[in-house]
Structures are given as structure tokens and as C-alpha cells.
């Protein structure tokens, strides 16, 4: 066991390096102590929710246990960046125009952008509590930590019915990041409702009352309880981690989201409250919610890299980003779009061909056999001859 470093940082020092830490441009800077979390992680995964997300079962243990990840920590370190931005030029998406976006996806790459301020915040960190590089690790998304289970420890907001982590200040538009220490830091208090005070973990949904809104509005019913999401039902797994096909009755429910969902998020009453973010650890990308739907079936490979050079989307590929599109195309009703369509139905890639041929089926109705006679009879792909057999 590694021995914590230096004295616990409490009082007047702990609050000076909250207000260091949030002046590198984090919007909530949180502790907790660390300690067993009340997970339901294992449960989760038995129950098949990762879907096809196998490294979560090979980190399952670390995820639900800090030590594992850096042994002798003491404290986490939560931090939350506000991404919220006004509607105007936001993912919101126009009926029979542009596509929706993920409003976080909105962005230069977060992990990237976020990074250097948690450099920063490690240097503040050996500054003041006399640490070495070894005694703390940062994380941003990618790490083996369940970071709204420790954020909602530290008091950062709360676990609700959505899954999501809310703030009261920043309603749901909160990246989260965190940083494990061997520092020991005076926990700040988790939320709790008056009337439950007690020790312990509070459950999903502590400040929802008897809202259901977001279980109500998922397109997709990828919610088995609250609290809890399906990762198989929704629509951010299906159009972002899914490297393969979309299970065709889940597609009809994906609309007009051509990557990841905010719809949960979007009808939560808690986001009343949100105000736009300071931006100091975000580059806003708009811009990308301005691409109609026809110029995003016709992307080539140097133009694809262009427009998404530094987003997350970029890891979703050319070829995810099109298949996404067929879909989207395949509910808009826009029968101006067989055109671009039909010309993906020959595709280099059998993924993108499977998805357009479904979308033409969808927009071309009984039209739809003439057009695609021909390439139907050149196909060769197993899983592209299911999708002419299934229309
Ligand atoms: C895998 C993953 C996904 C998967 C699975 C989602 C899910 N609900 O689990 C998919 C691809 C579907 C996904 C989607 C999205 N994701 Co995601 N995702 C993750 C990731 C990498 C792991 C999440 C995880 O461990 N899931 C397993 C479940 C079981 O864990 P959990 O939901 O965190 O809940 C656990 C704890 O909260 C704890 N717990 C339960 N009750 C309580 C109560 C208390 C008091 C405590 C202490 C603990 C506790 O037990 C739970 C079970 O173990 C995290 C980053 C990370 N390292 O944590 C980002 C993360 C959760 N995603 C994020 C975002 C933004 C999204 C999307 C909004 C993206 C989009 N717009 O398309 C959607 C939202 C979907 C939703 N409603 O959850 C943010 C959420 C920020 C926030 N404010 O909550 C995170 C934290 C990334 C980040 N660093 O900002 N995501
Ligand atoms: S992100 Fe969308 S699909 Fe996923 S649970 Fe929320 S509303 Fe449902
Ligand atoms: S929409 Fe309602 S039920 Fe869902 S998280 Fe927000 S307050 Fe809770």
C-alpha cells in the first residue's frame, strides 16, 4: 500500500485550490474521499448493457474501484466543463433540412481541448500539496473511472432518472473529468434531499420527484429502468460505438440524429437553470450543424477529413458517418434524395450499402424495386443481400 503524501488539504487551502483549479477554465471542481462506491455496475454488464463495449467488462473491477486504478489514492478530484451554448446555431436540427447533431459533438474534440487544463491542474496539484507525476492520474472520458458515480460523491450534482449527471447549476451540459490523487482532501458533501439524510449513496432520480420525462421521450425505449440505459436501444451507441449494422427496428426511431442523442437531455427541467459556458477549455465547431443532409450523402474521403479534422466525429469514419446519413435519410421522407442514395447503394463499403438500400426502400415504397434491380442482382455481400431481402 502507498502511503498517502503530505498533510490533508482542508479549510482555507482546499478552497483556494477549488478556486485555482476552476480558474484554469473548469466550471465545478469537486471531492470526494475514496471509498466503496454503490454500483450497479456488475449488474449492468451482466444484464448485457454494453453491448459490443467489451473493454467495459475488462475494466469493470478498476471502474468501481480507485485504488485499482492508483493505488494508495486518497481523493478524486471531479471536475465538470459547462458546454452549454444558446440555441442559436446549436444541434437543434430543422424538420426536412440539416440533420441533429450531439450538441457535445459540437466542439473540437473535448478530450483534446480538456487535456491541457488537467496538465495544468497536475502541476497546481505538486505545487501545492508537494506531489510527484506518480501520485495523481487525470482522465477525461477515456479512463477506467465511473465518473458520475464519483461525481455525483462529490456532490457535483446528482444521478438522474436519464442516467445523466445534473447539475443544479449546469442542468445536464457538463463534461466531466477527473483527476485521482494520493493527496488526501477534505470530501466535499453529496446532495441529499432534507428528509433522507443518512450515510450512504443516494439512488437515481434523488432530485426528479415524480417527473419521468426523459424515460417517456426516448425514441428508442433504451431506458430498462431509471437510472439506467440499454446501450443496445440507444441511439448515441447505435450511431457513434456500433462499428457495424444498425438493427433495422431501431432505425425508424433515430429520426433526424445522424450522431449521438441529446433527447433525454433536452427535456430535462433541471437545464432551466443552464447559462452559456465560459469556452476556456472548448473550441465551438457550429459550423458542422450547417451541413444539409444532400452535401453529407456526397462527402468524399479529402472533403470528410476536412470538415471533421480535430472533432470526435472523425473516429466514426467516412463510411460510419454515411451509413448514419442513409438513415436519417431513410426517415426524412425527402424522396429529392434517391439520387444520392442510389449512388451509395454501390458503394465501395457493404456497411453503407446495406443502410441505403433500406433508406431507398423506405422513400421509394413500391418504386423502390425497379430502381434497385440492378445493383441488387450484382450484390454479393451477405449482410447487403439481407437488407434487399428484408425490404
Ligand atoms: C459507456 C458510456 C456511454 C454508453 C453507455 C451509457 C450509460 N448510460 O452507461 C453510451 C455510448 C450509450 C453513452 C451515451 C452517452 N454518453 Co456516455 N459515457 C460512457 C462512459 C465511457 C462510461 C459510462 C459507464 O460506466 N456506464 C455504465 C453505467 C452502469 O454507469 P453510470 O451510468 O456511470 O452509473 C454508475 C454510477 O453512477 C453508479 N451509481 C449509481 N447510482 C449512484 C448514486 C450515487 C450517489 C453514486 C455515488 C453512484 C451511483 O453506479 C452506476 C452503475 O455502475 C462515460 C465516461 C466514464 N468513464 O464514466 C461516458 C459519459 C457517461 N457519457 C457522457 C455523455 C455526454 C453521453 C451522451 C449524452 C452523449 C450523446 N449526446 O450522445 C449519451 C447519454 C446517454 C445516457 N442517457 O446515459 C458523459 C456524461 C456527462 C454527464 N453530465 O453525465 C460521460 C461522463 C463522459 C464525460 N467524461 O463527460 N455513453
Ligand atoms: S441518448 Fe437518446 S436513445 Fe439514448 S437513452 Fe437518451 S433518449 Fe434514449
Ligand atoms: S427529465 Fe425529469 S425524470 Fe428525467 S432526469 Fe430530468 S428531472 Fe429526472
Known amino acids: 500500500m502507498t502511503a498517502p503524501v503530505g498533510a490533508r488539504i482542508d479549510g482555507e487551502r482546499r478552497e483556494e485550490l477549488r478556486r485555482r483549479l476552476q480558474a484554469l477554465g473548469f466550471d465545478e471542481v469537486r471531492f470526494a474521499a475514496v471509498g466503496a462506491l454503490n454500483t450497479s455496475l456488475r449488474g449492468w454488464l451482466d444484464a448485457g448493457y454494453q453491448a459490443a463495449m467489451q473493454w467495459m467488462d475488462r475494466t469493470a473491477d478498476k471502474r ?29 436540427g430543422t424538420p426536412g433540412g440539416n440533420p441533429r447533431w450531439a450538441r457535445y459533438a459540437l466542439h473540437v474534440d473535448y478530450h483534446d481541448t480538456i487535456r491541457p487544463g488537467l496538465v495544468a491542474a497536475g502541476k497546481i496539484l505538486e505545487e501545492t500539496g508537494g506531489l510527484r507525476a506518480e501520485d495523481y492520474r487525470y482522465y477525461v472520458d477515456t479512463g477506467p473511472v465511473l465518473e458520475r458515480g464519483w461525481a455525483a460523491r462529490a456532490g457535483l450534482g446528482f444521478r438522474g432518472k436519464n442516467a445523466m449527471l445534473i447539475s443544479r447549476t449546469h442542468g445536464n451540459w457538463l463534461f466531466l473529468a477527473s483527476i485521482l490523487t494520493r493527496l488526501a482532501i477534505a470530501p466535499d458533501e453529496p446532495l441529499r434531499k432534507k428528509i433522507l439524510a443518512r450515510d450512504g449513496d443516494e439512488p437515481a ?81 457550429h459550423d458542422i450543424a450547417e451541413l444539409p443532409l444532400g452535401e453529407i450523402l456526397r462527402l468524399t474521403p479529402g472533403r470528410f477529413t476536412e470538415v471533421f479534422r480535430g472533432t470526435a466525429i472523425k473516429r466514426l469514419k467516412l463510411t ?24 451509395l447503394v454501390a458503394h465501395d463499403a457493404p456497411i453503407v450499402r446495406a443502410h441505403a438500400v433500406w433508406a431507398v426502400q423506405r422513400l421509394a415504397g413500391t418504386d423502390a424495386g425497379p430502381l434497385l434491380e440492378s445493383a441488387r442482382v450484382a450484390e454479393t455481400d451477405e449482410a447487403v443481400r439481407a437488407e434487399y431481402a428484408a425490404g
Request: overall charge positive; proline content about 7%; glycine content about 12%.
Open 320 to 343: 460510419g458517418l454515411l451509413r448514419n446519413a442513409c438513415v436519417v435519410a431513410g426517415n426524412s421522407g425527402e424522396a429529392g434524395l434517391l439520387p444520392a442514395l442510389l449512388a
Open 64 to 92: 468501481a474501484e480507485a485504488g485499482l486504478v492508483l493505488p494508495g489514492a486518497q481523493s478524486v478530484i471531479m471536475l465538470g466543463v459547462n458546454y452549454w451554448t444558446a440555441p442559436k446555431g446549436a444541434a437543434t
Open 205 to 285: 432520480g434523488l432530485l426528479c420527484g415524480k417527473c419521468t420525462r426523459c424515460l417517456d421521450a426516448c425514441p428508442t425505449d433504451a431506458f430498462p429502468r431509471p437510472g439506467e440505459v440499454d446501450a443496445r436501444r440507444c441511439i448515441s451507441y447505435q450511431t457513434i460505438e456500433n462499428k457495424g449494422i444498425i438493427p433495422r427496428d431501431l432505425r425508424p426511431g433515430i429520426g433526424d440524429r445522424v450522431y449521438g442523442c441529446d433527447v433525454c437531455l433536452e427535456v430535462c427541467p433541471w437545464n432551466r437553470f443552464a447559462r452559456q459556458g465560459r469556452q476556456v477549455l472548448l473550441e465551438a465547431r
